[in-house]
């Protein structure tokens, strides 16, 4: 059996806390929380029974999508 060794990327497998995603996206916790409701926003990882964390890479994927639809906007 192969094993891949090949290293994950930046962000592919770290998980980031709440005031992490709040700083990087300048929502607030309620707005999170109810975007996540949504569907609109990545949906946390559960660490424990109150304990949960967002994978970095979909909340940097949600903000490049952010982005780039700004720029189609402009553009178009």
């Keep these: 059996m192969a094993h891949n060794t090949t290293a994950p990327t930046a962000g592919a497998m770290t998980l980031e806390r709440l005031p992490w995603v709040r ?3 300048g929502l607030s916790r309620s707005e999170i ?3 996540v409701s ?3 926003f990545p949906a ?6 109150r304990a949960s964390a967002w994978p ?21």
Excluded at 56 to 67: G, K, L, N, P, T
């Design 44 to 49: 946390p990882v559960k660490l424990g029974e």
């Design 33 to 35: 929380y109810r975007r």
């Design 56 to 76: 970095a890479a979909e909340v940097d994927r949600w903000i490049s999508e952010r982005i780039a639809a700004r720029d189609a906007k402009a553009a178009g």
């Design 38 to 40: 949504a569907g609109t």
């Design 23 to 25: 700083a990087k996206t």
